[in-house]
């Protein structure tokens, strides 16, 4: 698939149907005890461009979700379509970028190899590679670390490294896990505005899971709350900060307030569960 | 400076461990050796106690002797019957009251003396007669050698060089006679038999004269050194000495009596025990009959004396019925059973005591004209001393390594196929091949595991069935196999690579297979999300999560396929390599070079072992980090 291929069918996506379409979605995990029930009666539509947090306590079912969406699991009952298709259809059609909560860079490969790695498989040849590495190795700002293997840089470094490894094939949807988990406040926060930076750049929609209710709040247009024990969504607030969202927006009273109300909303949904 | 020392550092704790653990470790594994020949008399040296002559007999009635004396502990004995008459002994002089002996005639040597001539004649006396230097008493002494005369024999060895030699009443010259070749002495023409068939056999073979003069032949004597000019030398026509007595009650009835030097030397054919003057016998004498496991009578030579039976001794009455030369067992003695009649019997060697057949009546005197003890342990004193005067540690004392090792190299130089750097290279060249070999099995093994699942559950009883079999056992089979097929360890690498390599092959097996199974399982997912096929997941992420495990089983395999080298030099009539070196120090039980051979095999794996670390940095640059 070559980039101009690429682009073209984001654009086409755009007008068309919601990327994904998640209708009475269930996932159960058999185990030993008895049947964990990870989702029940999951309900999402995400349309093109959107950059939509999952957020919720632990065992919410909110990296369930992603992993459905991703087809690393399979769903138990429901429809579950990524841009029309099946989702296994979409994984082989290369349609997401998954990033995880740890960077998983492989550590004997240098960081472009690392970024080039998908498109190695893909069978992209060997310039190719080199310049789409290259060119997103810039854009998150570490094209003076091409050599370095892994363990040279720091976390932050390693987790702008797995982003553009997610986004070296353009995929018109990018999946994050809580990818800036393991970071500390001030690199997190360095991070959010570089997410945010290429997501208005490469105009991918993006599906953002966090603990976060600020950085949630900071990154989206929607953000969807979510419930443990079974794992559902209990409410969707839709964020109307302006963009370009930049430091100023952090201290903004809208933000206050939209971050009041996500968590007031989460307690809810708490109280509701618990 | 710090990273030389951080160098440094594990070798100065190898040295130290070497020598603070080696030296206790040394004592420990050689102190049961120790201690026996500390404690084992028969690996004492022996001291014959004799009965010895006074400084001069020219005078009777005032003997001198050259050590105090003391009438309670010891006897005159004159021509080897003790002394009846009235003597007084005071310290070193002694004075017979009575003039009831003969007197001791001196006969000077016929022979000039000039402060040349060793060598004299006179008739030999039946018993030995002192012979006496102006008024010191010569010390008797030679050595024979073991080799017996046959007429045509040159070469005959002797324990020292010390000495003169002689041979048929004739002192031998150095150079004209005989030559000597460490101990070893040729002579220039073989020594005649016809001569020796005159005389006493003895007299035709070379003597080494080890004391200050020795009978040559029945009417020589041969002198170490020649005495002075205007000395006398005089043989005494008669014996006088003074005999040990033995401790215990005279009083008809005692039949156990004890020499007073402990550690009687058990089978000494010199010992000679006296009751008056009739000399007990050693030696035992056998039966007529031979004992059949049937036979209960048996007649004895002599009536009397005590029996033996595989030199225990029996009593009379319970074990048998004696009358006269006709003993009766109650029970038969076994077959093959040894029946001895003894004049007397030692009845613990240790506290030298004797048990005599019939106790001597009561007035006699029981005395030793000579025996032998063991005197004192050769070693030492102590188990420290006995340890470290053994001539080969069984674990060598650290420090005496060092000094075995330069003499080990000068002995086996380059040119030598014993050579040790040639040995190293060629057990190394087989190791390599093993290693290689068992590498290229192992790593295919675990590669069908891993792509082809049930395989594992198929194959992995064989290989570890495989490892269970001794591999002393598979080696001869081996070869003998492959040496139909043409192929023997001189010609061919492939014996040892098979063997090397079948060692190996399993730690390497279960190393990779696990390695390619440890992929980080978000690897794996990352792998999916990007729709990746079987063989890209195998190419591009198990391969290389797995090559911390393949080098750490390629360790092991490295070391497995060193031993595995070494048991298959073993092996072969190829006399090369580092195992057939051990071998031949095993059968040689040179225990120095042995433990070299084993310090060479360890820094052989050691270096193996960190060849293999070497290529992980150069083929797995990432692994820096750890």
Partial sequence: ?274 | MKRSFDNLFPLLVVLAVLFLLGYPFAFLMGYPLAKTNLEDHNRWSQQTIKAFEPVNVSDLSNLKFTDSISAETGLLVFEGTPVRSAYTVDGQLLTLESDSLQPVQLTPLSGQIDGQNQVFRTERPTTDHPLYLNDRLLEPGYEKPPEKPDGVRLTFTFTDTQGVFALHGQLLVPGKDYTLDGTTLTLSQPASLWLSLRTEPDWARPIRVTGDYAWADDATLVLKQAPPAGSTLQLASAVVRWAQRLDGVVDGQNRTFHLRHKNLVSNDAQRQIYVDDHLLRTQGRRPQQRADGQTTTFTFPEPGGIITLNGNALTAGQDYEQNGQTVTFKQPPPRLGQLLQFDYVIADAEQSQLVLALPPASGSVVWANTYTVYDKPRCGTNVFECFLSLPQHPVPLPHWLFTTAPTFFAKHPWESDTNVVREVLYTARGTLVALLAGGFVGLLLAALFVIIRPLERALLPWVIASQTVPIIALVPMLVLILANFGITIQTSILPTAIIGGYLSFFPITVGATKGLRSVDPLALDLMRSYAASKWQVFFKVRLFAAVPFIFASFKVGAAASLVGTLISETETSNAKGLGFAILGQVQAGNVADLWLLFIISSLMGIVFVSAVGWVERLVAPWMRKV
Wanted: negative net charge; hydrophobic residues 40%.
């Fill in chain 1, 1 to 274: 698939m070559t980039e101009e291929a690429v682009t073209n069918e984001h654009a086409s996506q755009v007008a068309s149907a919601p990327i994904i379409s998640a209708t009475d979605v269930d996932k159960v995990f058999p185990g030993k005890g008895g049947q964990v029930v990870a989702l029940q009666g999951t309900n999402l539509d995400i349309a093109s461009r959107e950059f939509v947090s999952l957020i919720g306590p632990s065992g919410c079912g909110k990296t369930t979700l992603l992993r459905l969406i991703a087809n690393l699991d399979s769903i138990s009952a429901g429809t579950l379509l990524v841009k029309g298709k099946t989702p296994q259809q979409a994984r082989l059609d290369r349609d997401y970028g998954y990033v995880f909560q740890a960077p998983g860079l492989y550590e004997w490969r240098t960081v472009k190899r690392n970024v080039e790695l998908p498109l190695e498989i893909m069978g992209i040849d060997k310039a190719e590679r080199q310049k789409r590495a290259r060119r997103l190795l810039q854009l998150v700002g570490l094209e003076d670390f091409e050599e370095h293997h892994p363990w040279q840089l720091s976390g932050g470094m390693q987790q702008r490294v797995s982003i553009a490894r997610a986004l070296s094939f353009s995929p018109s949807l990018l999946l994050m896990d809580e990818p800036f988990g393991a970071l500390d406040e001030i690199t997190r926060e360095q991070m959010q505005q570089e997410v945010l930076r290429l997501w208005s750049e490469t105009h991918t929609t993006t599906i953002f899971v966090t603990h976060s209710i600020s950085e949630a709040v900071f990154l989206s247009t929607r953000v969807v709350m979510m419930s443990a024990r079974p794992g559902r969504i209990t409410e969707i607030i839709n964020i109307d900060l302006p963009h370009p969202r930049n430091e100023d927006t952090r201290e903004s009273e809208r933000f206050f307030e939209l971050v009041t109300e996500a968590r007031e909303a989460l307690r809810r949904s708490e109280r509701a569960s618990g």
